[in-house]
């Protein structure tokens, strides 16, 4: 998902009325100097305790914004726009699912765990795409409806919807939810995913072709680059019905209707959700799989100009046979420089 916030729309306008005075944003370029910011996590839990000991509910909601959201880092002020909407929001997100939401802190709070191998996956992008910009990453606690997104400030993510546990008590959860909770060591996968679209320049999406490929081939270039992809279920599926799934989807690939092939947690019956990411992802894999070029190819997937032409120069044409499940592994770019230590 690809969201511009206010700033970057201001930075943008004031840039081209007079670039004299406003500086270049800083573009980070080097996976070592990224940040891996978990301060909102920490807060998010100690207002968790003490909104546990208050018994009024206005109370609680005045905690969460004192102590949370009020106190928060510029990535939870977008996600706060974006996702969480308001302290109320966030209250009954987790008074509507209180056991899951309790559940969720040993692995919250497990997110530094990760960092060698996001920053590895950073190291193996910058390899592929040497253009590629490598934004902070935020680590939120967010109202159970989003795992990752992106503002102009960084990579956003929903680190409750990645505390999945055999122990997970799932009874509370709405049926869309459940087979999306993923466990804490797919963060890579989601923060390769999200870098993934904060280097994306492509024309807006109206058709669920573009749309589909806006999101599967950030598919692709998390299994680049970090090994998996954050829809192993719907590449299991994908891969069984794939001739199938094809007819149908270009049946409606050039329509704006995408409520078949994604989002659509709570209408896909026996399906899984989503699967307008598979297909994405397979077109934007059939392209890097003919081009010589990896470096070229995965330019040209991130700037595509036109969806139509990009599915007829990736002759996709409904199936996989006889293609590694995985693709080769992308070596790490060498390193230049000791990370500089997280805030
Ligand atoms: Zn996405």
């Not at 509910?57 to 914004?65: C, H, S, V």
């Not at 510029?74 to 974006?82: H, I, S």
């Not at 589909?212 to 019905?241: F, K, M, W």
């Not at 297909?279 to 990896?294: N, P, T, V």
């Amino acid at each position: 998902m690809i969201r511009f916030t206010a700033p970057a729309l201001f930075l943008l306008l004031s840039a081209a009325a007079g670039a004299a005075q406003t500086p270049e944003p800083h573009v980070n370029r080097d996976p070592e100097r990224v940040r891996f910011i978990t301060s909102d996590i920490v807060n998010f839990w100690g207002a968790y305790d003490a909104a546990s000991r208050e018994p009024e509910r206005e109370k609680r909601i005045a905690i969460y914004q004192r102590e949370y959201l009020d106190r928060g880092s510029t990535g939870l002020r977008d996600f706060l726009r974006m996702r969480i909407k308001s302290a109320e929001n966030l209250v009954a997100a987790i008074e509507r699912q209180p056991r899951y939401y309790a559940s969720t802190r040993p692995s919250t709070l497990r997110v530094r765990e990760m960092e060698g191998a996001m920053r590895d996956s950073f190291r193996r992008f910058k390899a592929l795409y040497p253009d590629a910009v490598f934004p902070d990453v935020y680590f939120v606690v967010g109202a159970a409806s989003t795992g990752g997104t992106v503002s102009a400030n960084g990579l956003l993510i929903g680190t409750e919807m990645y505390a999945a546990t055999p122990a997970t008590p799932r009874d509370e959860l709405p049926a869309w939810m459940k087979p999306v909770l993923k466990p804490i060591n797919a963060l890579p996968a989601i923060v390769a995913h999200e870098s993934c679209h904060f280097n994306q320049k492509l024309p807006e999406p109206t058709t669920l072709l573009g749309k589909a490929i806006q999101e599967g081939s950030c598919d692709l270039v998390s299994e680049l680059v970090a090994d998996e992809t954050i829809n192993p279920g719907q590449h299991a599926y994908g891969d069984r019905h794939e001739a199938q799934l094809w007819r149908e989807f270009q049946a409606e690939m050039d329509s704006a209707g995408v409520r078949n092939w994604m989002y659509n947690g709570t209408t896909a019956g026996e399906r899984p959700t989503d699967l307008g990411y598979y297909m994405g992802y397979r077109i934007a894999r059939a392209y890097h799989e003919r081009s010589a070029d990896k470096r070229q190819s995965l330019h040209d997937i991130l700037n595509i100009r036109d969806f139509r032409d990009f599915l007829a120069r990736s002759q996709y044409g409904g199936s996989s046979a006889a293609r590694p499940r995985r693709p080769a592994r992308v070596p790490a770019a060498p390193q230049t420089r000791r990370a500089r230590s997280p805030r």
